[in-house]
């Protein structure tokens, strides 16, 4: 499975953007996607997650009422909305997958089997 991450780029304080990831290749019923984000000088971060099983999706706090994970259930895409952004957003933003897996967190990078390039979001003030 390849992973294919767009719409990045320049925005201020308090704009919006939308990020999506399309998928290419065989993928299962069960699957976990995420975004993860890393700002210069970080470690990459969780932002959230979504899974094909319905469940609600998860966000890491600092996100949480400004970002919305999404998915296109006919073609596999996954959407990030992010609303009110903030220059602490800044970050290259990667989408990631992997199957379902039950007990399997899905705030944990290295449970995720394949990636996209990363698109760059900047936020300025």
């Known amino acids: 499975v390849q992973l294919q991450a767009s719409g990045g780029g320049l925005v201020q304080a308090g704009d919006s953007l939308k990020l999506s990831c399309t998928a290419s290749g065989r993928t299962g019923s069960s699957e976990v996607r995420a975004w993860f984000r890393q700002a210069p000088g970080k470690e990459r971060e969780f932002v959230a997650a979504?899974?094909?099983?319905?469940?609600?999706?998860y966000y890491t706090e600092s996100v949480k009422s400004r970002f919305t994970i999404s998915r296109d259930s006919a073609g596999g895409a996954v959407y990030l909305q992010m609303n009110i952004l903030k220059p602490e957003d800044t970050a290259v933003y990667y989408c990631?997958?992997?199957?379902?897996?039950?007990?399997?967190?899905?705030?944990?990078?290295?449970?995720?089997?394949?990636w996209g390039q990363g698109t760059l979001v900047t936020v300025s003030s």
């Open positions: 990631a997958g992997r199957k379902s897996r039950i007990g399997v967190t899905v705030r944990a990078a290295d449970t995720y089997d394949y």
């Open positions: 979504i899974d094909w099983g319905g469940r609600s999706p």
